[in-house]
């Protein structure tokens, strides 16, 4: 059993000049042939085929049928070159189904095709997003671009847009927040190491008595490690300790470097640190969080009295951490091209997708065609609002890019307003003062971070026809100030402002 497939194509040689700057109107030069014959054999597919260019015995001429043209270029206006161009058309007799590739001006041409509605166009090529002509559907009633007519003796002419594909990612967080790490010597768990004549008991850390008074001598304990796989800074340390006359207690701090035990870390790094901290709080906040992104207290006792021994009732080390990854978080993601209207005259996008972040708080795609792309997150849905995004929404994406989106999600709450700040360049503008405020008696200012924005939470709503709407002004030490009037609160607001020098 053999299957016999004919293809035939018109040619616009360019000899005589190309589509509409063709010699004598006719770009129907020449025809090319191609005959297949395929068939199985034991399971597998054989083919042979004949291609032949056929020739008029003299001047062209196109007796029927019009011409169908395609045009590919990519982002930039340039042409794409053998992107391929398929044609399918079921209302015909016998019906079209035919495959062709553009050539070095990105052109596909199909001269003396049959009369005839419904061509359906698809353009494509690996690793490009691909391009095509849509159906009227109850969804999509009125589609652009829709399938195309050709009519005999006239051109029909669509251009197709195609270029690499881009990946975006999109992360999903919980801001960066204070946590603590406390104890209060309920027992000795968080000692990992101490001299013999150091005791937890009875809620603190003391010198040991054997009953003939306590040790003359020094006692040292070395605690746990604190560290936090979402280490942002340190803050301080706080201790409770008692300490009687003639005694004395002191916090040194270290941490690992890879070696056998811990090492102290320099006084060029925490000054003091050396010689012992002798009171609370001790403010850690210098302290890189790279080179040390743990840390270990080591607690030393003295006493010159038998009688008497210091003791240390509790310790807390302050720090902050995040962004923590929030999973499993429900997002859209909308891209701004469209493929025409509903019934109500709205435009149905080309990407208008649902999406969730896994256990990790991450979602990849590999495929997305270049276009502006807004993400957001439906706070009634998720009980959350985005407080800031990094970079800020919407945000344009060129072919072939590596681009990730951090959101950073908190509790949702009634009326909230999120503002971005840039410079004449359009880059994102960390430490500028957003004020937001107006005479209801709301007068709030926060500080833009490394992504140039600040979020108002559960304000009171404010709009321009209830007269009571905000006012937004900006300040930055190396830029004018910016002052806007009747920004609108509603919801779940955004506001950008751009700052000159």
Partial sequence: EYNVRTFIQYVDDDADGLGGADANSIPADYKVVKVEVTWDVRGSTKSYSLVSNIVPVGIETLDSGGTLTINTFDALGAPVINAEVRIVNNTTTPVIDVTSFSNTSGIVSFPG???????????????YNKAKTYD????????????????????TTISFSIDQLSTKTVETYEPIATTTFVDIFSTGVYVASSTVNIVVSGGEMRLVDPGSGYSLATGTAQMTEVSSLYLESWVEMRFNNTVPASTDSRFRFYHDDGGVDPTIIPDIDLPGNAAGFVSSPIDLSGLSTTTYDELVVEMELKTDD?????????WTIEYAEGPIPLPNIPFNLRGSKTIGTDASSDPVYKVNENNTTDANGTYSTTTLEWDIYNVTVDDGATGYDISEACEPQPLSILPNADITTKLILVPDTAHTLLVSVRDDTGALLPGA??????????????????????????????????ADAYIVEVTHGSFLPDSQTDVEVTGVSTHNVTLFP
């Fill in 136 to 155: 009227a559907t109850p969804s999509l009633p009125n589609p652009n671009p829709a399938h195309l007519s050709v009519i005999d003796g006239d051109t």
């Fill in 306 to 314: 038998a009688s008497s021994t210091p003791s240390i009732q509790d």
């Fill in 433 to 466: 003062d957003v004020r937001l405020y107006r005479t209801a008696g709301i007068d709030i200012t926060e500080t833009t971070g490394g992504c140039g924005q600040v979020f108002f939470e559960n304000v009171p709503e404010g709009t321009i026809s209830g």
């Fill in 113 to 127: 095709a049959p009369e005839s509605s419904e061509y359906e166009v698809t353009v494509s090529k690996a690793g």
